[in-house]
């Protein structure tokens, strides 16, 4: 078995949406003074790796605690992309019929555009990807849409059907082009729009 971490490490140096804060973390019990330590995080939902849920973008949508957890782990597979845009059903045909076995796609750029200038899914892919029993959609950049999209179109699209989806991922280029186990715990916070999770693929030996 190999264990692949496709998660970043909160700091606060980690790149977040622009606009919303930057993570902090505060000290405020040391071994020195109080015999034991313990560090105040500050940040928002959608920090790091993250999990949005369908509440992200709808007044009564589906909150991430009211999933079950069964739906955060399920067979996955790595689209690779290479920064080519639109994103198109040919990126998914090139995989064989691998696209259809899994529960959840995980699209991938090649290494370096993070906060622009990345590739979208065109309307074909996105209208598949509504229609069909994925439990969730994964991207290694910021966001599925575009960063100056307002609208948050992709989003909704997705997100009206309680698919989950996972963006700011890392690593995808070492899990190669088969079927993996992926794992996608979120922290649990009640009512969530979203939050941070430690996502790991699990491949066969």
């Known amino acids: 078995m190999k264990v692949i971490d496709l998660s970043y490490t909160i700091s606060e140096e ?3 949406f622009p606009g919303d804060p930057t993570p902090q973390l505060q000290i405020i019990n040391t071994i020195e003074q109080d015999g034991f330590k313990q560090t105040l995080l500050t940040f928002v939902t959608h920090t790091g790796t993250h999990i949005d849920a369908p509440a992200h973008v709808f007044k009564d949508g589906k ?3 009211a999933f079950l957890p069964e739906s955060f782990i399920g067979a996955a597979l790595v689209i690779d992309y290479h920064n080519k845009s639109p994103i198109t059903m040919d990126d998914l045909y090139a995989t064989g ?10 699209f991938h750029q090649s290494d370096g555009q993070y906060l622009q200038d990345y590739a979208v899914l065109d309307e074909e892919v996105l209208d598949y990807l509504v229609h069909a029993p994925y439990k ?6 910021m966001s599925i849409d575009p960063i100056d999209d307002e609208t948050l179109y992709r989003h909704k699209k997705i997100l009206q059907t309680n698919k989950i989806m996972i963006e700011n991922l ?6 190669g082009h088969q ?3 992926l794992y996608a715990l979120p922290l649990k ?6 939050a941070p ?7 066969d030996a």
């Open 197 to 203: 999770a430690r996502v790991m693929a699990i491949l």
């Open 14 to 16: 980690s790149k977040v």
């Open 170 to 175: 890392k690593n995808l280029s070492q899990c």
């Open 63 to 65: 909150t991430l605690d």
């Open 97 to 106: 019929d691998l696209y259809k076995q899994a529960d959840f796609l995980l």
């Open 189 to 194: 916070m009640k009512a969530s729009d979203g």
């Open 136 to 141: 969730g959609i994964v991207f290694d950049v």
């Open 179 to 181: 079927l993996f186990t």
